[in-house]
């Protein structure tokens, strides 16, 4: 079981910038594919962002593309999301998810779906 631990949500008026955390401390962030979907109540689940193993090659979905940025630390096996310009339809909960199964596994629409490890979420909320 991949443990990943997701921190940093929290509440920011519209325009403002968090960074979220993604920690993975069994996961070697080379090798497989990983990424942030969100979660807004009534909502589907949505992909966001993802970064591809081997290449870290980047996928943004259109919603946040030019605001977000998706990096990681392989040092010390995090992955992070920087948010900028921040919207109130940007609240939701933010999961980090992976999958851990294929070595080199590639970012995609739809990735969401596919990962079937994620974290516990972290809240994030964009309102004056």
């Known amino acids: 079981q991949v443990q990943l631990v997701e921190s940093g949500g929290g509440l920011v008026q519209p325009g403002g910038s968090l960074r979220l955390s993604c920690a993975a401390p069994k996961l070697t962030l080379d090798y497989y594919a990983i990424g942030w979907f969100r979660q807004a109540p009534g909502k589907e689940r949505e992909g966001v962002s993802c970064m591809s193993g081997n290449d870290d090659s980047a996928y943004y979905s259109n919603s946040v593309k030019g605001r977000f940025t998706i990096s990681k630390d392989k040092a010390n096996n995090t992955l992070y999301l920087q948010m900028n310009s921040l919207k109130p339809e940007d609240t939701a909960v933010y999961y980090c998810?992976?999958?851990?199964?294929?070595?080199?596994?590639?970012?995609?629409?739809?990735?969401?779906?596919?990962?079937?490890?994620w974290g516990q979420g972290t809240q994030v909320t964009v309102s004056s």
């Open positions: 998810a992976t999958d851990p199964y294929t070595v080199g596994g590639r970012c995609h629409e739809g990735f969401e779906t596919a990962f079937g490890s």
